[in-house]
């Protein structure tokens, strides 16, 4: 294995990155994307780094090394810093627009991991990942889970720019509206019951008598405007990690 936990840390001191991390920040203030009002740069990559490492530490703690080779692990270092590379340079394609960023990006990431030492496997798994992050194409091992799973569960209020910048309320969609009231979202493997939690944790205040129509309210909004927040994660739970899966709001469960 190349010193891919090194090549990390020499990504994020890296020029060349923090070019494009800067540049989509600039893209989503000038609002022409709207819909990147939802940060697409480094906050939102450091983010889904620490997401996505997060569910590859579940996944070995819950299967353990020798099950979890079923989903093409590759090991839990290897696992652990392709992911966190990935997540990194998953949306660098978004400097020249949000349409098709994931394969753009997955060619950009592959140039650009040709000046460290990574071999070609590596870089097969890294781009791989980056390449079916959006969820539209079938997950092969477990980096692309990882990655796709970290991605979107980034969607707390940190992640929308309206949050800090109140000039942008007007301009931001009703689900941007919607997802701003989460606060924080967790993913675990129940080790002792044997299931899969997908957790979204909401604003607590206002929590008044109103509470439960605002839970409702926000899953009808996601329900209809972007399902994938909850598809893409009940998928790769149920279907790809073959757990049985629950999700819960403040720690009450939700049927959706
Ligand atoms: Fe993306
Ligand atoms: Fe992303």
Not at 20 to 41: C, F, N, V
Not at 103 to 132: F, H, N, P, Q, T
Not at 145 to 168: Q, V
Request: contains cysteine; aromatic residues 10%; negative net charge.
């Amino acid at each position: 294995m190349s010193d891919l936990c090194g090549i990390y840390e020499k990504i994020m001191m890296d020029e060349e990155w923090y070019g494009w991390m800067d540049q989509i920040k600039k893209l989503s203030k000038t609002g022409r994307y709207p819909e990147l009002y939802a940060d697409h740069g480094m906050r939102h990559a450091m983010r889904v780094a620490e997401y996505a490492v997060g569910f590859i530490d579940e996944c070995y703690q819950y299967f353990g090394e020798d099950e979890i080779k079923k989903f093409h692990a590759f090991g839990h270092e290897e696992d652990f810093y392709s992911t966190a590379i990935a997540a990194l340079l998953h949306d660098i394609g978004i400097v020249d627009g949000r349409e098709n960023h994931a394969e753009r990006s997955k060619e950009m990431a592959k140039k650009y991991l040709e000046k460290y030492e990574v071999s070609s496997d590596e870089i097969a798994i890294i781009a791989g990942a980056i390449g079916c992050h959006s969820g539209d194409d079938r997950i092969v091992n477990l980096v692309d889970a990882a990655l796709m799973m970290g991605d979107k569960m980034d969607i707390t209020r940190s992640r929308f720019l309206a949050f800090y910048d109140e000039s942008l309320l007007p301009k931001i969609s009703s689900i941007q509206r919607e997802l701003m009231r989460i606060v924080r979202v967790n993913f675990f493997l129940d080790v002792g019951l044997g299931h899969g939690i997908l957790e979204w944790g909401m604003m607590k205040e206002p929590k008044g008598p109103d509470f439960n129509d605002q839970v409702k309210h926000l899953l009808d909004v996601v329900v209809k405007e972007w399902p994938k927040a909850i598809d893409v994660p009940s998928m790769i739970i149920n279907e790809f990690l073959g757990v049985e899966f629950s999700f819960v709001i403040d720690e009450a469960p939700v049927d959706v």
